[in-house]
């Protein structure tokens, strides 16, 4: 059974940093993607980084230069560096994995961990 587990959310204030991180466990098959998504109260869930198998990362317009993403392959885990925290990035941060099953892909995704920035 895969689980998906996220830990490092919390209460900063603004111009502050976290680290958030995301471990997968019980992974049968190869991971492809990893990344995280946040949803703020009453919009819509929206992606925030992502970072391939092969260590090719993308973000979003809003946390560019200001967030990193990283991952460690041999414990399945993803890293959220967060820099320069801004009350706007105040959010439910989720992250997911993309298991690669022969030729299929797979999604499962953590419970979310509560970034709140403070003004």
């Known amino acids: 059974q895969v689980q998906v587990v996220e830990s490092g959310g919390g209460l900063v204030q603004a111009g502050g940093s976290l680290r958030l991180s995301c471990a997968a466990s019980?992974?049968?098959?190869?991971?492809?993607?990893m990344g995280w998504y946040r949803q703020a109260p009453g919009k819509q869930r929206d992606p925030v980084a992502g970072i391939r198998s092969g260590g090719i990362t993308n973000y979003a317009d809003s946390v560019k230069g200001r967030f990193t993403i990283s991952r460690d392959n041999a414990k399945n885990t993803v890293y959220l560096q967060m820099n320069s925290l801004k009350p706007e990035d105040t959010a439910v941060y989720s992250c997911?994995?993309?298991?690669?099953?022969?030729?299929?892909?797979?999604?499962?995704w953590g419970q979310g961990t509560q970034v709140t920035v403070s003004s």
């Open positions: 019980g992974i049968m098959y190869s991971i492809a993607d």
């Open positions: 997911y994995v993309t298991v690669r099953r022969g030729g299929f892909l797979d999604d499962y």
